[in-house]
């Protein structure tokens, strides 16, 4: 492949809803630049972004995948680095990477399904970023498939932004050709993408009034001197109005529609126009970051000329193909058997090879410009989010943030004595997803998992299988319930053994009571009177009191918010010993525990839900079947409501699947630990014959 500058470049991410058509959009597109000489797959597993064996057998994209084409634009040839993303919510981590890196969006909508959940998150990602985006609408073969009636979807959806750039051309039900509402002129394909000029069809022509007369009154936004031509009915030239749109499109006020149909490889030359003349190169950019040595904002654009740096977007770890560390060139040219310095590790980093990665495929080049993605291997420290520069510029590039996972079960292995593999293999996916990490709860003695939901979970299971030749269980978790005490209690505790020589001899009266903090497990104190018990044996009362605390009687779980006061007990000047006063208070205490009204505590989560308005009142129906507590509602300006609620963590077990399904995959939630609260008795009952259970076992 040909190095271009940075000018040259056009980064572009494929998003939309599992399901939409991007891997075939991206396929279409390296078929008809001549990438491939035959268009690959998803259901034959052939497709160039689809290699991994998970996606071929699952028939979904689970990462991103970079995909390199050229194209003769229009003034010159460009280089259009395509990042196909996955669709499905679970790996919406990938798609962030993506767009860390992308300078423009496709948000491929399939015109039969129409807007899609998957198709509004696009959207609202890209509005969150400020990118530009266009909408290509693909399965435009499907004779049911109306572009008309997708249109006043997407408009009522998002509103005056969206322009339609082509009108289809159909005959005998077949989609044939387009009309180019910026040219005003018909094209009827002729083999693949490919077209000729053709008369606009009398039909078109209301529809394409409509059109037309919508990106007219945009082009005449564009300045005082266009809008008083305008209102003067003076037409504008074809020029004028391109340079006009291009401007809307590349701030992101402009979001043009236009067609194609994925398995035809139809509209893909359009596509590529599009891509061509609306969205920006690096060269138009600028990229933000923090200046280190002052903390404050840095603002840079891309440029070739200047000293070399890059930004870390993406780490693929592959058991076949080895390690490759994706990044992005920020300034400069990156140049093979170069060092460069790791800005956030603080470590000098060794670049022997550069390489494009063009799915599997990693192709060698010579160089790379400003603007430009590439890849580079076996790289010793660097990880995804890393900034790479000259040692003597300080600075940190700015990463999207990546979404927290909240989905967790427990896991273990299947065989006994490969945890080690696990871990390692693990630590390796994690790299990949940023979104995937891993817990050790020592309390409850498990292993949980973290991701986006149970979909992800069970690829990471398959992964390690396959790839890793390990496999593993997931289970629901143990959820870290806490035991405490309801009313003052007073007991004794005496520890007396005698077994010839020396005996052992602790005696200890002690008043047990909740002392009302419940992040503390215990207070101790001591109020005893004329050296009933000498000093010297507190600690030891002190140390059995700790050691109780770890596990209650209740149901083994952790103690918390108990008030241990030493009042009184007895000692013999032989016999008595620290370990005899230690057994003595443990004996006092598990005397005391259970008869002082003992409780479960179950941990309580402060819970955010975002739902669009629609869904608040079944939300909340539903928070309250979960036993959770509704404590307000706060509009947001996107028709959306976050509802803040208190819920037990026990609740909360599969909370995203449910959530997914009752908004259409449109609601998204969010938790931080907040307190323990006592657990309803019907829960206590069945928490505590449980743990009984399990310890018979």
Request: glycine share 8%; charged share 25%.
């Given at each position: 492949?040909?190095?271009?500058?940075?000018?040259?470049?056009?980064?572009?991410?494929?998003?939309?809803?599992?399901?939409?058509?991007?891997?075939?959009?991206?396929?279409?597109?390296?078929?008809?630049?001549?990438?491939?000489?035959?268009?690959?797959?998803?259901?034959?597993?052939?497709?160039?972004?689809?290699?991994?064996?998970?996606?071929?057998?699952?028939?979904?994209?689970?990462?991103?995948?970079?995909?390199?084409?050229?194209?003769?634009?229009?003034?010159?040839?460009?280089?259009?680095?395509?990042?196909?993303?996955?669709?499905?919510?679970?790996?919406?981590?990938?798609?962030?990477?993506?767009?860390?890196?992308?300078?423009?969006?496709?948000?491929?909508?399939?015109?039969?399904?129409?807007?899609?959940?998957?198709?509004?998150?696009?959207?609202?990602?890209?509005?969150?970023?400020?990118?530009?985006?266009?909408?290509?609408?693909?399965?435009?073969?499907?004779?049911?498939?109306?572009?008309?009636?997708?249109?006043?979807?997407?408009?009522?959806?998002?509103?005056?932004?969206?322009?339609?750039?082509?009108?289809?051309?159909?005959?005998?039900?077949?989609?044939?050709?387009?009309?180019?509402?910026?040219?005003?002129?018909?094209?009827?394909?002729?083999?693949?993408?490919?077209?000729?000029?053709?008369?606009?069809?009398?039909?078109?022509?209301?529809?394409?009034?409509?059109?037309?007369?919508?990106?007219?009154?945009?082009?005449?936004?564009?300045?005082?001197?266009?809008?008083?031509?305008?209102?003067?009915?003076?037409?504008?030239?074809?020029?004028?109005?391109?340079?006009?749109?291009?401007?809307?499109?590349?701030?992101?006020?402009?979001?043009?529609?236009?067609?194609?149909?994925?398995?035809?490889?139809?509209?893909?030359?359009?596509?590529?126009?599009?891509?061509?003349?609306?969205?920006?190169?690096?060269?138009?950019?600028?990229?933000?970051?923090?200046?280190?040595?002052?903390?404050?904002?840095?603002?840079?654009?891309?440029?070739?000329?200047?000293?070399?740096?890059?930004?870390?977007?993406?780490?693929?770890?592959?058991?076949?193909?080895?390690?490759?560390?994706?990044?992005?060139?920020?300034?400069?040219?990156?140049?093979?058997?170069?060092?460069?310095?790791?800005?956030t590790r603080d470590a000098d980093e060794k670049i022997a090879k550069l390489y494009i990665l063009r799915g599997k495929e990693a192709i060698e080049v010579p160089e790379l410009h400003a603007g430009d993605i590439g890849a580079v291997a076996k790289l010793t420290v660097t990880e995804t989010g890393d900034t790479m520069s000259a040692k003597d510029a300080r600075i940190s590039y700015d990463m999207v943030e990546i979404s927290k996972p909240y989905t967790y079960k427990a896991y273990a292995a299947k065989t006994k004595g490969d945890e080690d593999k696990i871990s390692t293999a693990l630590g390796r996916i994690m790299e990949e997803d940023l979104t995937i990490r891993t817990v050790n709860d020592a309390e409850n003695r498990q292993s949980l998992i973290y991701g986006i939901g149970d979909q992800q979970l069970d690829v990471v299971v398959s992964r390690l299988k396959e790839e890793y030749k390990v496999e593993v269980e997931l289970a629901k978790p143990k959820f870290a319930f806490r035991e405490t005490i309801r009313k003052k209690v007073v007991k004794q505790g005496k520890y007396k053994k005698q077994s010839g020589g020396h005996g052992q001899y602790g005696d200890v009266k002690m008043e047990f009571s909740p002392s009302g903090d419940l992040d503390t497990p215990y207070v101790f104190e001591e109020q005893v009177f004329g050296g009933a018990v000498p000093k010297n044996y507190f600690p030891a009362v002190e140390k059995g009191i700790a050691e109780c605390v770890q596990k209650g009687p209740l149901a083994g779980y952790p103690v918390v918010g108990i008030k241990a006061v030493l009042l009184d007990g007895s000692y013999h000047p032989v016999d008595s010993s620290e370990l005899a006063f230690k057994m003595a208070a443990t004996l006092a205490f598990k005397a005391a525990f259970m008869e002082a009204n003992p409780v479960l505590l179950e941990p309580i989560a402060s819970l955010m839900v975002t739902v669009p308005n629609e869904f608040a009142g079944d939300i909340m129906g539903d928070l309250n079947r979960r036993r959770g507590r509704v404590l307000g509602m706060n509009a947001n300006h996107d028709n959306t409501q976050t509802i803040n609620a208190d819920i037990p963590m026990s609740e909360l077990y599969g909370y995203c699947t449910d959530l997914r399904s009752m908004t259409g995959g449109l609601g998204d939630f969010s938790y931080t630990f907040s307190r323990y609260e006592q657990a309803p008795g019907d829960v206590q009952k069945r928490e505590v014959e449980a743990r009984a259970a399990e310890l018979a076992e």
């Open positions: 492949m040909n190095v271009y500058g940075t000018s040259q470049i056009r980064n572009v991410a494929l998003l939309g809803h599992g399901g939409s058509g991007k891997t075939t959009v991206a396929e279409a597109l390296a078929y008809v630049t001549g990438v491939t000489k035959r268009m690959g797959s998803v259901p034959e597993g052939s497709t160039i972004s689809d290699f991994d064996k998970e996606e071929i057998k699952r028939q979904f994209s689970i990462s991103t995948s970079l995909i390199p084409i050229e194209y003769k634009g229009e003034n010159g040839p460009i280089k259009v680095n395509i990042l196909d993303t996955p669709g499905y919510f679970d790996f919406v981590g990938e798609v962030e990477e993506a767009l860390s890196a992308a300078d423009a969006a496709v948000i491929v909508v399939n015109c039969k399904a129409g807007i899609e959940p998957g198709t509004i998150r696009a959207w609202n990602l890209c509005e969150k970023l400020n990118m530009p985006r266009l909408f290509f609408v693909t399965n435009m073969d499907d004779d049911q498939a109306s572009f008309r009636e997708l249109l006043l979807k997407l408009e009522k959806q998002f509103g005056r932004k969206i322009a339609p750039f082509q009108v289809p051309i159909r005959e005998n039900e077949k989609f044939v050709g387009f009309v180019n509402v910026v040219k005003m002129k018909g094209r009827r394909f002729t083999k693949l993408s490919d077209y000729e000029e053709c008369e606009i069809p009398e039909y078109t022509k209301k529809n394409l009034g409509i059109a037309r007369d919508a990106l007219i009154e945009a082009v005449a936004e564009t300045s005082e001197e266009y809008m008083e031509r305008y209102f003067g009915g003076e037409e504008f030239t074809e020029e004028e109005v391109s340079a006009a749109l291009r401007q809307f499109v590349s701030s992101g006020d402009m979001v043009p529609v236009i067609m194609g149909s994925g398995v035809n490889a139809q509209g893909f030359n359009y596509l590529l126009q599009a891509i061509d003349k609306y969205f920006p190169s690096p060269a138009a950019l600028e990229a933000t970051g923090t200046d280190v040595s002052n903390g404050e904002l840095f603002v840079t654009k891309y440029n070739d000329e200047a000293a070399r740096s890059c930004k870390v977007f993406k780490t693929v770890v592959d058991p076949f193909i080895g390690r490759y560390t994706l990044l992005k060139v920020i300034t400069g040219t990156l140049r093979p058997d170069t060092s460069i310095y790791n800005m």
